[in-house]
């Protein structure tokens, strides 16, 4: 049975074989039932992003405790609404922290709680739908994802945009800087990346 723990740069959880993903995490808790079927899409406001292995732990995708998601990189991580998890990528957490704390928060320290708060709204709408804001693409940073005739395309670099798939990303395409794009990357997390934190990405976009 191909289980629903796929995660696309929307944020939903798909039923796919691809085994192309390099990240895995949660959503803070069990999202399946007996059946390991998704009956839920989130448990709170702490999602998170995880190294494949650590420290040689066997897991149970669908254990007790929570449910194991993929994601193909971690830009397609942010893209969703996770961030690194403090104990398996703990230098990873400790830099995205530290920007945001020197640049969202003018330097005064505050705990991952209060960033996981943040970027729950801004990752939902308050009928629990994917939000997402306009803007220009010659505005975004690298890193950030935007929807395009239904695709969901990444910044690798300036002017170079790449259509992600659950395997990979597929081919270059080629826009207007000055066009208006529907932005997936949740707000707090696009400052974030203008502020020089930008996410990995998968080897096919090289």
Not at 75 to 80: E, G, L, Q, V
């Amino acid at each position: 049975m191909t289980l629903q723990n796929r995660v696309d740069p929307w944020g939903q959880l798909n039923s796919h074989p691809s085994k192309s993903a390099t990240l895995m995490g949660n959503r803070g808790g069990k999202l399946h039932n007996s059946d390991k079927k998704i009956i839920r899409q989130y448990e709170n406001s702490s999602w998170i992003t995880c190294n494949i292995s650590h420290k040689n732990i066997k897991r149970e995708v669908f254990g007790n405790s929570y449910s194991e998601l993929f994601f193909l990189d971690e830009a397609t991580a942010f893209a969703a609404g996770h961030r690194p998890c403090w104990q398996c990528q703990t230098e990873r957490h400790n830099q995205f922290k530290q920007v945001w704390i020197d640049k969202l928060n003018a330097g005064i320290k505050l705990s991952v709680k209060v960033i996981d708060k943040k970027i729950h709204q801004d990752r939902l709408t308050l009928d629990k739908n994917k939000k997402t804001f306009e803007d220009k693409l010659c505005a975004l940073p690298v890193g950030t994802f935007f929807e395009y005739e239904s695709k969901a395309i990444v910044i690798f670099n300036q002017n170079h945009y790449l259509v992600w798939s659950f395997d990979g990303y597929t081919n270059r395409i080629e826009l207007s800087p000055d066009l208006d794009v529907k932005v997936l990357t949740p707000r707090s997390l696009v400052q974030i990346f203008s502020e020089g934190f930008t996410p990995f990405f998968h080897s096919s976009a090289h």
